[in-house]
C-alpha cells in the first residue's frame, strides 16, 4: 500500500479519545494522549483526532487549544529525530541515553528548546487547572463575553469546534498537521445519556460527517500511543487481502506505567492479554477489552461481513481417537443431501500483542 512514486494507498483512521472530568482525568495527561496520537508514523492526510468532553468543561476546551498550538512544534520535532514514545512527559522522563542512533548535529540543541517549550506548555495548562477551580458565580464566560454553553453539565446544547484542519492545521515547518476536532455531545434531562458507551456514537456520529473513515481507534484520555506505529500495525490484519474484509476489529495489549519490577499485583495482565486473548484468535477471535482497540466502521453499522468461499469438507477416520463417529445424513423429500450448517457470517477479531498503547 506504499509504493514509491505512487499514492499512498492506507485506510483513513479517525481516532476517538473519550473524557469526562477534567478534575479527575488531569488536562495535562489528555494533552499527552493527544500529542502522540497527532505525531503518529501515519499519512497526516488519513488522521483525524476526536475528542469527546462528556462533562461539557471549558477546561478542556481551553487546555486542548493549547495543545493544538503546542502540537505545531512536538510533531515536526518527533518525525524529524524519530522520537519514541511521543507522549512528551514519558519522553522526556525517560532515564536512557537520549543520543543513541541519533546521528543529527542538531538533535541536542533542538530538544533541549523542545524540553524548554514543553516546559512552559506544562505551566501554561497547570494555570488553566488552577482556574478552573475557583468556579464563578454567574458560571464561565466565554472570550467574546457570552456564557459558555456547558455550565449546566447535564442540559445543553452539543458543541463541536475543529482545532486542526485542512484550512490553517499546519507545523511551523509548514506542513499539514493531523486533523484535530472537539466534541461535547447533546445532554437533556430525562435522557440517559448512557456515558462512554453514548459518547462513542455520538463521536461515531459526528466522525462520519467530518471524515468518515472506514477504521476507528479508540482510546482512553490516559492511553498514549508508545509506538507510533501502531495504526500501521492493525492495517496488516484490517487491509489483509485474504481476510482482511471480515475482520470487526484488532485488539491490542494493555500496559500500565509505574508498575514494580516484580510486579506483585499483577498489573501486567500477562495471563490475560498474553495467553487468553491470543488463544481466542483461534475461537472467532479474542472479546473487546474498552481501549486500545481498531474498528471497521462497516461492521459497527450494522453490516454483515462478505460472504467467502465455502470451506472444503474435513474428513476424517472412523476410528474412536479421531472421533470419526459416523452422522446420519439429512435429506430433502425429494432426495437431495443437506448440508450441515457451519458457522458462517459472522465477523471475526483479532488479537496483536504489540504493546502500542500505555496507560499513565
Known amino acids: ?177 493531523p486533523r484535530l476536532v472537539y466534541v461535547s455531545r447533546e445532554k437533556r434531562p430525562g435522557f440517559s445519556h448512557h456515558k462512554k458507551a453514548g459518547a462513542m456514537n455520538a463521536l461515531i456520529r459526528v466522525s462520519a460527517v467530518l471524515t468518515n473513515a472506514p477504521f476507528m481507534l479508540n482510546l482512553d484520555c490516559d492511553h498514549y500511543i508508545n509506538n507510533s506505529k501502531a495504526a500501521r500495525e492493525a492495517m496488516c490484519f484490517l487491509m489483509d487481502t485474504q481476510i482482511g474484509k471480515k475482520v470487526c476489529y484488532v485488539q491490542f495489549p494493555q500496559r500500565f506505567d509505574g508498575i514494580d519490577r516484580n510486579d506483585r499485583y499483577a498489573n501486567r495482565n500477562t495471563v490475560f492479554f498474553d495467553i487468553n486473548m491470543k488463544g481466542l484468535d483461534g475461537l472467532q477471535g479474542p472479546v473487546y477489552v474498552g481501549t486500545g482497540c481498531v474498528f471497521r466502521r462497516q461492521a459497527l453499522y450494522g453490516y454483515d461481513p462478505p460472504k467467502g468461499p465455502k470451506r472444503p469438507k474435513m474428513v476424517s477416520c472412523d476410528c474412536c481417537p479421531c472421533f470419526g463417529r459416523r452422522k446420519k445424513q439429512k435429506y430433502a423429500k425429494d432426495g437431495a443431501n443437506i448440508e450441515e450448517p457451519s458457522l458462517q457470517g459472522y465477523w471475526r477479531s483479532l488479537s496483536c500483542l504489540i504493546i502500542s498503547f500505555v496507560c499513565n
Open 1 to 177: 500500500y506504499e509504493r514509491e512514486g505512487e499514492p499512498n494507498q492506507l485506510a483513513p483512521v479517525d481516532v476517538f479519545v473519550s473524557t469526562v472530568d477534567p478534575m479527575k482525568e488531569p488536562p495535562l495527561v489528555t494533552a499527552n494522549t493527544i500529542l502522540s496520537i497527532l505525531a503518529m508514523d501515519y499519512p497526516v492526510d488519513k488522521i483525524s483526532c476526536y475528542i469527546s468532553d462528556d462533562g461539557a468543561s471549558m477546561l478542556t476546551f481551553e487546555a486542548l487549544s493549547e495543545t493544538a498550538e503546542f502540537a505545531r512544534k512536538w510533531v515536526p520535532f518527533c518525525k524529524k529525530f524519530l522520537i519514541e514514545p511521543r507522549a512528551p512527559e514519558m519522553y522526556f522522563s525517560e532515564k536512557i541515553d537520549y543520543l543513541k542512533d541519533k546521528v543529527q548535529p542538531t538533535f541536542v540543541k533542538e530538544r533541549r528548546a523542545m524540553k524548554r517549550e514543553y516546559e512552559e506548555f506544562k505551566v501554561r495548562i497547570n494555570a488553566l487547572v488552577a482556574k478552573a477551580t475557583k468556579i464563578p458565580p454567574e458560571g464561565w464566560i466565554m472570550q467574546d463575553g457570552t456564557p459558555w454553553p456547558g455550565n449546566n453539565t447535564k442540559d445543553h446544547p452539543g458543541m463541536i469546534q475543529v482545532f486542526l484542519g485542512q484550512s490553517g492545521g499546519l507545523d511551523v515547518e509548514g506542513n499539514e498537521l
